[in-house]
């Protein structure tokens, strides 16, 4: 993968480097996609959580409701 960088980045990513925070610059970008994939998954989940909220109030579990997941969590439905 190759990509461009403008001057005051690469030499800002050179300084975090030469810092000692990073090993090399492969390990500053890899840390900045790692990052960024939590916090996708954090917005993810609080997407979920505000649908859940909005959904209305929760209503108890059924046997049927029981099986179905049981059946979802064995990969017999999707």
Do not use: C, W
Request: proline share 4%; aromatic share 6%.
């Amino acid at each position: 993968m190759s990509f461009a960088l403008p001057e005051s980045m690469r030499e800002y990513i050179a300084h975090r480097v030469a810092a000692g925070n990073y090993g090399n610059t492969s390990e500053y970008i890899r840390d900045l996609v790692r990052r960024d994939q939590e916090e996708q998954a954090k917005k993810r989940l609080r997407d979920l959580i505000e649908g859940g909220l909005a959904s209305g109030p929760g209503r108890p579990r059924s046997m049927e409701d029981e099986n179905e997941l049981l059946a979802i969590a064995r990969g017999e439905i999707d």
